[in-house]
Structures are given as structure tokens and as C-alpha cells.
């Protein structure tokens, strides 16, 4: 799987640490302290000095990037996750890394982002992209220990993990198209809410089929 996809974990590890070279080069225009975290109005409610938020936020993300990097190789069921999702999952890290740079080097550079085209623009927008995009690929998400909705029962039963899958599948691109559309009118209720959305019903769905089952076996 690795070395199927070398030049790609390159390339998405060199673009996950490009926010660094940007930061460096408007070293001198950036402010001491740097807002980091931003509510859902794109109000920042979240600051850091300006090392950890030039070096250490593209680092963090870099480790996770390097973690869904090789964890997904070595699950012991990684001849279930198909090429397509595992160069999804390769692509997630550099976008939220360019992203957040976006929002976070706007702010701090006060560039011209008046209107709707602020730091909560740019998280509805990612966040409706990721959705939009995992919900297309979760229905053809095969039984693994990496990806997807991993619960004991989605585990333990594939028809339990294919119809969970399905229905998340749907969900999160409802939810995707939802927080695109909240980029531009930006209701500061939605990312909360499509949050909450997207971790209990799922859950509650396959628990509700894993019931519904266990009744059978009576």
C-alpha cells in the first residue's frame, strides 16, 4: 500500500508543511501572539505565540498526516480499505493544513476577507468539503480497525457495518452540502449541530440494527 502510493505521501507531506515556509516568509509581518481557534460567527477565541503557530500547528498535523500515513498500512485488515480511500485519507491532513493556514495567516495578516469571506468561511467550507467527500467513499468502506464507523457490533457483524455505512454515507453528505451552504450565511448553530448529527445518529442507528438483531437470535 505504501509503496503503491510513495510519490503521493510525499507530495501530500510536503503540502502539509508548506503553512511553514509561508509563516517564515511573513515572519516579520505576523504578530506576537496569533489567533489559532475561531468560534462558529469566525470570531477567534483561541491564540498562541507565534513559533507554536507557525511550526507547531503544521508539525501536529504533519503527525497525524503521518499516522493515517502508516497505521492504515499496517491495520490487519488493510487489504479491505481500497486504494481510493486510502489516498483520501492521504489528502485530508495537506487540505485542513492549507486551510487552517488560510484562516489563521488571514486573520493575523488582517488581509482584505470582509463579508462572509472570513475564518468561518473558510471552516464551514472545509468542513462541508470533508463531508461531502467521506460520505461518497463510507458505503464502499469494506470491515477494517482504521476507517469508517468502528463500533463492537459494526466489527462483529459485515451486514451491521455495510448498513451503518450506508446510512452514514448519506448523512454525511447531506450534512457536507449543509456546512458548504453555512460558509456564506454562516449560522452559528450548524457546525455544533451537524457534529453532534454525524457521531450520535450513526451510533444510534447501528445499535438499533444490532437490537433489532439480537431480538432475531431470541
Known amino acids: 500500500m505504501i509503496k503503491k502510493n510513495r510519490t503521493l505521501i510525499i507530495v501530500t507531506s510536503i503540502i502539509t508543511l508548506v503553512p511553514i515556509l509561508i509563516g517564515v516568509l511573513c515572519w516579520n509581518r505576523l504578530p506576537d501572539t496569533i489567533a489559532i481557534h475561531f468560534g462558529s460567527d469566525g470570531t477567534p477565541n483561541g491564540w498562541s505565540s507565534k513559533p507554536l503557530a507557525v511550526l507547531g500547528l503544521p508539525v501536529f498535523i504533519f503527525g497525524a498526516h503521518i499516522l493515517c500515513t502508516f497505521g ?4 490487519p485488515k488493510h487489504k479491505n480499505i481500497s486504494q481510493k480511500m486510502y489516498r483520501l485519507l492521504l489528502m485530508l491532513c495537506p ?5 487552517c493556514a ?3 495567516y488571514g486573520y493575523a495578516l488582517a488581509l482584505p476577507m470582509g463579508g462572509w469571506l472570513n475564518s468561518a ?3 464551514n467550507l472545509l468542513m462541508g468539503i470533508l463531508f461531502f467527500v467521506i460520505g461518497n467513499y463510507l458505503p464502499k468502506c469494506h470491515q477494517n480497525y482504521t476507517v469508517g464507523i468502528k463500533l463492537p457490533w459494526t466489527l462483529a457483524d459485515e ?3 455495510y448498513l451503518t455505512h450506508r ?3 448519506r448523512l454525511y453528505a447531506i450534512v457536507g452540502i ?3 451552504i453555512n460558509a456564506f450565511i454562516q449560522l452559528r448553530w450548524m457546525i455544533p449541530g451537524v457534529i453532534i448529527a454525524v457521531i450520535l445518529l450513526p451510533a444510534g442507528y447501528s445499535l438499533a440494527l444490532h437490537l433489532k438483531e439480537m431480538k432475531k437470535d431470541r
Open 167 to 169: 446510512f452514514a454515507g
Open 102 to 104: 488560510a484562516a489563521i
Open 178 to 180: 449543509l456546512c458548504i
Open 121 to 123: 468561511f473558510f471552516m
Open 72 to 75: 492504515t498500512a499496517i491495520d
Open 159 to 161: 451486514n451491521n457495518w
Open 95 to 99: 487540505v485542513v493544513s492549507i486551510v
